[in-house]
């Protein structure tokens, strides 16, 4: 039981280019949640997932896109990384109570 | 104004002793939660605590207690016996219905803690 796992750990990216963060949880949570934390500040929601192909917008979703496809994955793309994107993100799934949640160890993400 | 406040960027608490952490919290709805989280100076987040607007006992979970005063919008996170464990930032956070009929979570800035022996 791996609990919540992000790839990759750490990522450099230069303006403009593309990538995807992979998030997956084999908790069979219907939740997931992904994050981003600048310095000094406490998380801000992105992307959320109430289920397999359902996705909703947080606070902060522009420059971001999200993918549901199966249960335990949710993706987060950055279509053409700017440098105001560079962050940790995390990770984060639930039951269907508040009471439980559960994060990855996050990805440190650097746009040059 | 801001969903979440945490107005102690910083506390220092003398190892065995207990801390209170403060947090108040702005919503005009009527179904709202409110959670805590340790982060330790390795990075990750840890879920603690979460309390329910509609539940009638303060929420408790080992030696983490929140203080929930509902009239006052405050939900102070209590830490009973303080360690040297404890010491990380502790964020409050809240979670409300958006206009799209689901939930979302704001964050606080953070209290960072910490414990002397």
């Known amino acids: 039981n791996a609990g919540v796992t992000q790839t990759p750990k750490f990522r450099v990216l230069k303006t403009g280019q593309s990538m995807t963060l992979l998030c997956a949880q084999d908790?069979?949570?219907?939740?997931m949640y992904w994050y981003r934390q600048d310095p000094g500040m406490g998380l801000r929601l992105i992307h959320y997932?109430?289920?397999?192909?359902?996705?909703a917008k947080g606070e902060v979703p522009d420059g971001y896109n999200v993918s549901r496809l199966k249960k335990q994955n949710f993706l987060l793309g950055l279509e053409s990384a700017a440098p105001s994107q560079t962050s940790v993100y995390f990770c984060?799934?639930?039951?269907?109570?508040?009471?439980?949640?559960?994060f990855g160890p996050g990805t440190r993400l650097l746009v040059l | 104004a801001q969903k979440i406040t945490q107005t102690q960027p910083g506390m220092f608490v003398q190892e065995k002793e207990a801390v209170t952490l403060d947090c108040t919290y702005d919503t005009s709805d009527p179904s709202y939660g409110l959670f805590w989280y340790k982060q330790p100076s390795s990075g990750e987040m840890i879920f603690l605590i979460y309390?329910?607007?509609?539940?009638?006992q303060n929420a408790t979970e080992g030696r983490y207690s929140l203080n929930f005063q509902k009239a006052r919008k405050s939900a102070n996170l209590v830490i009973s016996a303080s360690q040297l464990g404890d010491s990380a930032m502790y964020f409050c956070?809240?979670?409300?219905?958006?206009?799209?009929?689901?939930?979302?979570?704001?964050f606080g800035t953070g209290t960072k803690l910490q414990v002397i022996p």
């Open positions: 997932s109430v289920g397999e192909g359902t996705t």
């Open positions: 956070a809240m979670r409300e219905p958006d206009s799209g009929g689901y939930q979302k979570v704001t």
């Open positions: 908790m069979n949570h219907e939740y």
């Open positions: 309390q329910g607007s509609y539940d009638q």
């Open positions: 984060a799934s639930r039951t269907a109570g508040w009471e439980t949640q559960y």
